[in-house]
């Protein structure tokens, strides 16, 4: 299972980065759009993750599960 606590201005840069931290992934923080996105897919298929869970972090607390197919 993943989680990744969620803001209001989290851009998908700044998810896919979350996603990466989430794994200890060294890139996390120093490449691109395109290559972070590509990296946190390669860490859910890698990781052989099922659910992922993002909190949403503002005056309503919103949990939201996905499972990866």
Sequence with gaps: MAFVALTANMTLKTLNSKLLE???HPA??????????SLAV???VSCQTRTATE???????????YTVP
């Design 55 to 65: 909190e949403a972090t503002s005056q309503y607390k919103q949990v939201r599960r």
């Design 22 to 24: 989430f794994y200890g």
């Design 28 to 37: 996390a923080q120093r490449t691109t759009s395109s290559r972070l996105a």
């Design 42 to 44: 390669d860490c859910v």
